[in-house]
């Protein structure tokens, strides 16, 4: 029958079950169901309709997990040089790469020194409140006043200490991560679904999208064609821990359908009822969730001649916000601002999910604030109003 012939034609989808003559399916039926999953992305990942990017999440031979065995060599950008060569474009320009090492470079030392500066402040801050503590302790001894000498200087202190602790260890924490990166290629400080997403961005991997979004357990990363007959429709959707998941030898891993944001606290933030309190210091203030926090990116290329007959791309990235607006924006030949973009979203989506799971998150100041209240409130009379 034609309809019949039509269907010999398609990739088969895997599935669970007995085996099939007919798609040349293994016998699954007696599969623990963890199995039965990887045997199913096993299967998916090598049909033609996933084309690189099955290659890229189920080959031994994927740059990801070469980079695991062998860490010392970029992987990545070989093979994206490869990829574009082999879908009809040019290798990457070294320019680019540049562009955006510089970009990454230039985003982490501001990271970094932000979050430096604002712990120094937090230090700053821990130290007037254990000089006062210091004093009203003094005091408190002078007058034989054992309960509060120890409450002073015992308690308080020792609270203060903890924090001053962990606030110093997030610090070398801190510089530790950025010396470790600080001469890193762009491409390999990338999540990997950040860096699959560069792949379509930088015409390695034309006629494909990606979306981005946030859930209760993180970042989602979806690809897709763009343009395709349904035969060779693709599309796979993980978060970024089960891409992570994928490339980490002798974890067992784990598949789940992500949960999404509270819809009730979405719509209170997206009507101004709810309200984030805003950040006096640090590099958490330009991403306070508000109505204009992006909620997904999604990302497509265009394809174009240049005058001299060789392929360009135009990236469309469209950031959709709580309020329900767009943005588009179009780049071509701008790698870093591209970059830019998604390192943007990104931030952007994990501080509004963070404040919609969790709700309004208090900064460190206000512990001190809260231990300096309960001074002025009760102890305000105990040096004679000296305080």
């Known amino acids: ?29 007696n599969m623990t169901w963890t199995d039965g999953v990887k045997n199913f992305f096993s299967n998916l990942n090598a049909t033609p309709r996933m084309g690189p990017l099955g290659y890229i ?25 490869l990829l574009a060569l082999d879908t009809g474009g040019n290798m990457i320009p ?12 230039k985003n982490r030392y501001n990271h970094t020194s932000e979050t430096i500066s604002m712990l120094n402040t937090f230090l700053r801050e821990q130290e007037k409140l254990d000089s006062r503590l210091q004093k009203l302790c003094k005091v ?16 308080l202190r020792s609270v203060c200490k903890a924090d001053t602790d962990k606030i110093i260890a997030t610090a070398e924490q801190a510089k ?95 009507d101004g009822v709810l309200d984030a309190p805003r950040s006096r210091i640090g590099p958490h203030k330009p991403y306070d969730p508000g109505p204009s926090s992006t909620l997904m990116q999604v990302g497509t290329t265009e394809t174009f001649k240049r005058s001299d ?7 469309t990235i469209e950031n959709h916000l709580v309020d329900g607006k767009s943005v588009k924006k179009e780049y071509i030949l701008e790698p870093a601002k591209v970059l830019e973009e998604m390192y943007h979203a990104r931030k952007s989506m994990l501080y509004l999910g963070v404040f919609l799971v969790n709700g309004p998150q208090d900064d460190q100041l206000d512990l001190i604030d809260s231990i300096n209240q309960i001074l002025d409130e009760k102890f305000t009379d105990y040096e004679g109003g000296s305080l």
């Open 1 to 29: 029958m034609e309809g019949s012939n039509e269907l010999k034609k398609a990739p088969s989808y895997p599935s669970f079950g007995p085996p099939c003559d007919h798609c040349n399916r293994p016998d699954t039926s």
């Open 94 to 105: 070294d320019a680019h790469r540049k562009a955006e090492d510089a970009y990454a470079a």
């Open 140 to 155: 408190a001894t002078e007058n034989d006043d054992k309960k509060n000498a120890e409450f002073f200087g015992g308690h």
């Open 57 to 81: 999440l189920g080959s031994a031979y994927s740059p990801l997990v070469l980079e695991r065995d062998m860490p010392n060599r970029n992987w990545r950008d070989a093979f994206e040089d």
């Open 176 to 270: 530790s991560a950025y010396e470790a990166l600080k001469d890193k290629s762009a491409s390999s400080q990338k999540s990997h679904g950040q860096w699959i997403a560069s792949l379509i961005s930088s015409g390695a991997l034309p006629g494909w999208y990606w979306n981005e979004q946030i859930s209760v357990d993180g970042p989602i990363m979806g690809f897709g064609r763009s343009e395709a007959p349904p035969e060779l429709e693709a599309g796979i959707t993980m978060t970024e821990k089960e891409l992570s998941e994928q490339f980490v030898d002798g974890q067992p891993q784990k598949f789940g359908s992500p949960q999404g944001l509270p819809p009730h606290r979405l719509q209170a933030l997206r």
């Open 309 to 315: 007959g060789s392929k360009g791309t135009k990236v």
